[in-house]
């Protein structure tokens, strides 16, 4: 066998024994996890009256499983943000009237008090992504340490 064939051998078995860890690692995990939900589950049909949680498969050594009546799930609705587009062509609009570059915090501010509103955990940061994806499309461009501008409009402090 010559060298480069070895080499390469060598390199694909030792990838295939990486492979196996990590699919061994990931069923010791499954396992691990497994075995904390049947322990939650035995714990929960303890306390609920001897009535066990119903699992998705039961082995020939569970026993069978009458079905728990179970309340409703909430519904959750939440409302969507504003359109990217209808927000970058909203400050577009706000940069051609102002002489200086704004600032995400005065740009969210003059959002909301025109009523649209941007929601997430962090809604400023949530107007940064919508502006960096919209933004080239309407010519807006974050300038570092600056704020926000259009492009090609001089603000006078634009070197």
């Known amino acids: 066998m010559s060298e480069d064939a070895r080499i390469k051998l060598n390199s694909l078995l030792k990838q295939a024994y990486d492979q196996r860890a990590r699919a061994q690692a990931n069923l010791n995990t499954i396992n691990k996890f497994i075995a ?9 049909a303890e ?6 949680l119903n699992p998705v498969e039961n082995s020939e050594d569970t026993p069978k499983i009458r079905k728990r009546s ?3 799930a909430l519904a959750f609705t939440s409302k969507k943000n504003p359109d990217k587009r209808d927000v970058a062509a909203q400050v577009a609009a706000m940069l051609m009237d102002s002489d200086k570059p704004l600032s995400r915090r005065e740009i969210y501010e ?3 008090a025109a009523g649209i509103e941007i929601r997430g955990k962090d809604p400023e940061m949530v107007l940064s992504t919508m502006l960096w994806r919209a933004g080239e499309e309407f010519s807006i461009e974050n300038k570092k ?3 926000y501008i259009l492009k090609g ?3 006078g402090i634009l070197g």
């Open 153 to 155: 409009k001089h603000y």
């Open 47 to 52: 306390l609920d009256e001897g009535v066990p």
């Open 145 to 147: 340490g600056m704020g």
């Open 70 to 72: 179970r309340p409703a």
């Open 110 to 112: 003059n959002l909301k």
């Open 36 to 44: 904390e939900m049947e322990a939650a589950a035995k714990t929960l």
